[in-house]
């Protein structure tokens, strides 16, 4: 399992982690009518170098 391709993303490294958040993508939403849709992603995904490996990252927010 791996990210969407996607552009506009934000990346970062953390300690042995490449995390990669958000970006932007668009879908043909039809065969016949060849109209686009952007989609808006706000998910994060870590990518380990030495595997290559994807993995979701999963978060919760809290509060305060």
Not at 2 to 23: K, N
Request: glycine share 4%; charged share 15%.
């Amino acid at each position: 399992m791996w990210p969407t391709p996607r552009s506009a993303f934000q990346h970062s490294v953390f300690q042995d982690e490449i995390l990669l958040y958000g970006g932007y993508s668009k879908v043909v939403s039809s065969a016949t009518n060849s109209s686009e849709k952007g989609i808006v992603h706000s998910d994060m995904w870590s990518l380990d170098p030495r595997t290559w490996e994807w993995s979701k990252v999963m978060f919760c927010s809290a509060y305060f």
